[in-house]
């Protein structure tokens, strides 16, 4: 048996009788990570198991936090009391499935999230705040943001809402939540557009990366971009975490090529980026064509 089933059997038997409302917006997110995770090439069963127990504790009774959390979680808990839920989830998961920590974070940290989350973490947060159940006009429509493939404009508009939410109730935000904030505010402004693809590739975990500074020696391109990545998987990974980057930021893509092949090809109009994988990369020894290029070396 998948350890996702066992996930969903766990929740399943804990409210099938009492919170059937809050199975369903389980199920909603469940749905919803699937889907980013497919899309941002993360683990699917991961994603899986972190959204069928981010709320598994939701009703505990907070009173026995004392038996799975640590002093400085009880504290930090009694100041902003919704985090005991995801911190006892995160513990139960632990308790009941399994030990993987990013699947912990991600379930740990479902509420707003924290600076510099993985990939699966963020998904979890999003996929919470705008799976199809939530009725609320602002996740209707950050739903929407998100589905149109601003994911990172999609969580600073999920933390944009819920930090006004706060302040309109007279309560202080988080302090990591206003870090997480600024943290994608940054992300979605006074990027350059290089910055953004280098960004966006180092999701897929591009190395040897080089940028070329063409516009004397090529007349189609500003900047050549050659990056390696370990598998075609990645390499594919990447148009869409490029597309999206760029689309949040209002840059255009003109065409992109090999698709589920060793070398894909990203035409930004004046800038292009090959991402090959790592044989591919030594086949064709494209370094060798612009050898005679200014250029940078970039570490990530
Ligand atoms: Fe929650
Ligand atoms: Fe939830």
């Known amino acids: 048996m998948l350890l996702s089933d066992k996930a969903k059997q766990l929740v399943e038997e804990k409210y099938k009788d ?3 409302d809050r199975l369903e917006h389980i199920y909603g997110v469940v749905e919803m990570a699937t889907y980013l995770a497919e899309k ?3 683990d699917i069963e991961k994603a899986k198991i972190a959204a069928y127990m981010h709320d598994y504790s939701k009703y505990d009774d907070f009173d026995t936090a004392a038996l799975y959390l640590d002093d400085k979680d009880i504290k ?3 100041k902003y009391p919704f985090l005991f839920h995801a911190y006892l989830s995160a513990e139960a998961y632990i308790r009941l499935l399994g030990s ?5 974070n991600a379930i740990r940290y479902h509420v707003f999230g924290r600076e510099k989350m993985s990939m699966l973490e963020a998904i979890i947060m999003i996929a919470d705040y705008t799976e199809k159940n939530r009725k609320y006009k602002e996740c209707i429509e950050t739903r929407k943001i998100l589905l149109e ?3 990172n404009l999609a969580i600073y508009k999920s933390l944009e ?3 006004n939410h706060c302040k309109e109730k007279g309560e202080e935000a988080h302090p990591m939540q206003l870090l997480v904030f600024e943290e994608y505010k940054r992300k979605i402004q006074n990027l350059s557009k290089i910055d953004l693809i280098i960004d966006a590739i180092s999701k897929v975990k591009a190395h040897d990366i080089i940028i070329y500074d063409s516009k004397y020696k090529n007349p ?3 900047n050549i971009i050659i990056a390696s990545v370990d598998s075609k998987k990645q390499a594919t990974a990447a148009i869409s975490y490029v597309y999206d980057r760029l689309k949040e930021n209002n840059y255009l893509i003109r065409n992109t090529e090999g698709y589920d092949t060793e070398w894909v090809l990203i035409d930004m109009y004046d800038v292009i980026l090959s991402i090959f994988t790592n044989d591919e990369r030594k086949h064709f020894e494209l370094e060798k064509i612009y050898m005679e290029y200014p250029k940078k070396e970039i570490k990530i």
């Open 161 to 163: 809402n819920t930090i």
């Open 149 to 151: 493939g601003n994911f």
């Open 100 to 104: 993987d920590m990013d699947i912990y």
């Open 220 to 222: 189609f391109y500003d």
């Open 76 to 78: 930090e808990c009694e």
């Open 18 to 20: 009492n919170h059937k």
């Open 40 to 42: 941002y090439n993360v």
